[in-house]
């Protein structure tokens, strides 16, 4: 379980992040908040590239950018998203999901009942599901490492 005052710096995080943000040709801002085991939390933004294959989504920028510093286990994102120049209503129509590259990407390294996703409209109005609930059935490292 997460506690209310990391889940607050998680969400927190996750809306500074998309304020830096490179968008330059959807204008949709995407910001993550990444919960190491340790405590630690790393922030992510989507970066865009004319080559739109070479773009990279938050929740990966996080993902990555924690594995390149040696965390390897993480216990919760926090992801907050929206079109430049537009305010968020507070309702789940707001909520900037993970794609299913990045659902994958996340269960690499996690426990996908365990993993909690924050999918944030305000910073005070969010919803919580864990992994497993986005991507159930899930194939991972256990599969593969056996």
Do not use: W
Not at 109 to 131: A, H, M, Q, R, W
């Amino acid at each position: 379980m997460v506690e209310k005052e990391i889940e607050k710096k998680l969400i927190e995080k996750a809306f500074e992040m998309k304020e830096k943000a490179y968008c330059p040709y959807s204008k949709y801002h995407v910001g993550a908040g990444l919960l190491t085991k340790s405590g630690k939390i790393v922030g992510g933004m989507n970066i865009e590239n004319s080559s739109y294959g070479a773009c990279v989504c938050a929740e990966r920028c996080a993902v990555f950018k924690a594995v390149s510093e040696g965390d390897k286990e993480f216990t919760a994102i926090a992801i907050c998203g929206g079109l430049e120049g537009t305010e968020p209503k507070g309702s789940e129509t707001d909520y900037a999901f993970p794609c299913g590259i990045c659902r994958q990407v996340l269960r690499e390294f996690t426990k996908p009942k365990d993993f909690k996703v924050y999918v944030c409209s305000t910073k005070e109005k969010y919803s919580v599901f864990t992994l497993e609930e986005l991507l159930p059935h899930s194939f991972g490292p256990e599969h593969v490492l056996a």
